[in-house]
């Protein structure tokens, strides 16, 4: 799974938590999210840090993009995924 997956839960997590996501980032989302207590401060960093990852790589700043990284990315993106889906939110 890679991040169009990670937007999609991500989208899918607000809707069921009645918080409106349409027309918005993911990182606008993220905010969203962890303002309404939806997911915790970690997820909302590691989705936040995959974002920048992912706009660097898709603006050529990464340098050399091999498979290795292209791996790496899809990991850190399932690790997020998982976290969406089965992440414990703070409490305020």
Do not use: C, Y
Request: a neutral charge.
């Amino acid at each position: 799974m890679g991040w169009i997956e990670v937007d999609k839960r991500l989208r899918q997590k607000m809707a069921e938590a009645g918080i409106p996501a349409a027309n918005s980032s993911v990182r606008q989302i993220t905010d969203a999210a962890l303002q309404g207590g939806v997911m915790s401060h970690d997820t909302a960093t590691a989705i936040g840090k995959l974002a920048t990852l992912r706009l660097l790589a898709t603006q050529g700043h990464i340098g050399n993009l091999d498979s290795a990284r292209a791996l790496d990315f899809l990991g850190l993106a399932d690790a997020a995924i998982f976290s969406i889906d089965h992440g414990k939110p703070e409490r305020n």
